[in-house]
């Protein structure tokens, strides 16, 4: 019905820059709030961003001022524009959407993209 193909990922160096794409497509009448995680390795998912259809944005306290959530509502693509990288962003990352479409409103995750920030 509905795919999230997470794009962007990969090694870069601390203090270096990633932009991570999340386009979705099928049977989409509206993407309400999209929404941007990470999973380091041995740690638990974490909410890094969301960006509400027509809301504020929100950012976890460690991402504040480095990362910037956007999306497209044209391309149903999402965003996360990634400064400042530090090695503790390490991990795998993933979008995650709320759609409507003919058989209501459901939550879809795609399948995540690897940022690794290392020298």
């Known amino acids: 019905q509905v795919q999230l193909v997470e794009s962007g990922g990969g090694l870069v160096q601390p203090g270096g820059s990633l932009r991570l794409s999340c386009a979705a497509s099928?049977?989409?009448?509206?993407?309400?709030?999209m929404r941007w995680y990470r999973q380091a390795p041995g740690k638990e998912r974490e909410l890094v961003a969301l960006?509400?259809?027509?809301?504020?944005?929100n950012y976890a306290d460690s991402v504040k001022g480095r990362f910037t959530i956007s999306r497209d509502n044209a391309k149903n693509t999402g965003y996360l524009r990634m400064n400042s990288l530090k090695p503790e962003d390490t991990a795998v990352y993933y979008c995650?959407?709320?759609?409507?479409?003919?058989?209501?409103?459901?939550?879809?995750w795609g399948q995540g993209t690897q940022v690794t920030v290392s020298s």
């Open positions: 995650n959407a709320v759609v409507n479409n003919e058989l209501g409103s459901a939550d879809y």
């Open positions: 099928g049977r989409i009448f509206r993407i309400n709030t």
């Open positions: 960006l509400p259809s027509g809301g504020t944005t």
